[in-house]
């Protein structure tokens, strides 16, 4: 197998008025990306769609963590689940953001766009996160029938949501 390594160019940044610990706990958070003025121009034609992806680079993860490979997902806890009520897990079965490539993937929903500024909601990024790219969430990614295994289903139903 041939490794290439490929520099990653930061595009933008998060900016959130809440603490990591909201941030952790709050389902509906709101904060802005902000995107550099060099790539500003990447933004052209985003007016109008509901919700975008963005890919972060989770530079809070210790490099032990990157290590991990088996965690119990503590996102939950916003939602009054405890850690301890959830299996363990492998990453790639989640989204912790314990990996060996500590990048992030947020679907959120787009308020307005402020020139190079996206005001946004269902935010679960850091204040000061890396953003690495911006997509659009668009119709030809949605998915209508997802399955998901029984531990993930009896997680939500636990929430009070169907999966």
């Given at each position: ?10 595009i933008g940044v998060v900016r959130t008025h809440l603490s990591d610990e909201e941030i952790k706990t709050t389902e ?55 850690p301890e009520e959830v299996p363990e897990v492998g990453v790639f079965s989640c989204d912790s953001p314990h990996r ?64």
């Amino acid at each position: 197998m041939r490794v290439v390594n490929y520099p990653l160019r930061i595009i933008g940044v998060v900016r959130t008025h809440l603490s990591d610990e909201e941030i952790k706990t709050t389902e509906n958070a709101r904060g802005v990306v902000e995107v550099f003025e060099e790539f500003k121009e990447g933004l052209r034609g985003i007016d109008g769609f509901s919700h975008i992806l963005i890919i972060s680079l989770l530079d809070r993860v210790d490099d032990e963590l990157r290590g991990t490979l088996v965690v119990r997902m503590r996102r939950l806890r916003r939602f009054g689940i405890s850690p301890e009520e959830v299996p363990e897990v492998g990453v790639f079965s989640c989204d912790s953001p314990h990996r060996p490539n500590p990048i992030g993937l947020s679907i959120v929903r787009l308020l307005e766009r402020r020139g190079r500024f996206l005001e946004v909601e269902g935010l679960d990024l850091f204040d000061g996160t890396p953003v690495l790219d911006i997509k659009p969430y668009t119709l030809a990614r949605r998915i209508e029938d997802v399955e998901v295994p029984e531990w993930h289903r009896r997680l939500w139903r636990r929430l009070g949501r169907e999966p």
